[in-house]
């Protein structure tokens, strides 16, 4: 099984800021990868796939980059509804969800 | 619009089984391809696995092998997942999702609501 490592595990930040979550895969994805961000009691939404790709409809402060086995997530000028958990997952061989990351407020 | 609506919280015994359903609508059924993820209480997303509903096949994830039966009726347009010899450690919310379009099974961008299921004696 491929596994999937994010770190940092929780992130605080403030308002403005320019957040970035790396995920790292234990053997290339090549660019198989997707973002979701989650908020309590609701289900994942997807954000970025293919690494890279934005879903439609979601904000362009969002951003994805890598291939391989190390990608990273960025958001720009933090928003107050971007507080929440973020998952990278891997789909280049099944599938595997990271350990997740939480965005708190600083 | 596209939309997948579970059925509700379950509560078993260790050792039972439950079998959740995942009913769809707003698109042609057999088509997209329906991912099984769940997350345990506080914990991170774990995928269970997906289904073709063109033609039935599976794929699981290991740590579930000879546990989980994933099926579909295309009858009702709907999914489900059934897990056996439940273990507390089943205990989480079950989603069922749905890829963001075409050739996109896995980019789940269309999910259920979930369904608890607790496992407690």
């Known amino acids: 099984d491929i596994q999937m490592t994010q770190s940092p595990s929780t992130l605080s930040a403030s308002v403005g800021d320019r957040v970035t979550i790396t995920c790292r895969a234990s053997?290339?994805?090549?660019?198989?990868l997707a973002w979701y961000q989650q908020k309590p009691g609701k289900a994942p939404k997807l954000l970025i796939y293919q690494a890279s790709n934005l879903e439609s409809g979601v904000p362009s402060r969002f951003s994805g980059s890598g291939s391989g086995t190390e990608f990273t997530l960025t958001i720009n000028r933090l928003q107050t509804d971007d507080f929440a958990t973020y998952y990278c997952?891997?789909?280049?061989?099944?599938?595997?969800f990271g350990g997740g990351t939480k965005v708190e407020i600083k | 619009q596209v939309l997948l609506v579970q059925s509700g919280g379950e509560v078993r015994k260790p050792g039972a089984s439950v079998k959740v359903s995942c009913k769809t609508s707003g698109f042609a059924f057999n088509i997209f391809g329906i991912t099984w993820v769940r997350q345990a209480p506080g914990q991170g997303l774990e995928w269970l696995g997906w289904?073709?509903?063109?033609?039935?096949?599976?794929k699981y994830a290991q740590k579930l092998q000879g546990r989980v039966t994933m099926t579909t009726d295309t009858s009702t347009n709907t999914a489900y997942m059934e897990l056996r010899n439940l273990r507390s450690d089943d205990t989480a919310v079950y989603y069922c999702?749905?890829?963001?379009?075409?050739?996109?099974?896995?980019?789940?961008?269309?999910w259920g609501q979930g369904s608890l299921v607790t496992v407690s004696s």
């Open positions: 999702a749905r890829g963001r379009g075409n050739y996109a099974d896995y980019e789940l961008g269309y």
């Open positions: 289904i073709s509903t063109y033609n039935g096949n599976t």
């Open positions: 053997q290339s994805v090549n660019d198989w």
């Open positions: 997952q891997q789909y280049n061989s099944f599938s595997t």
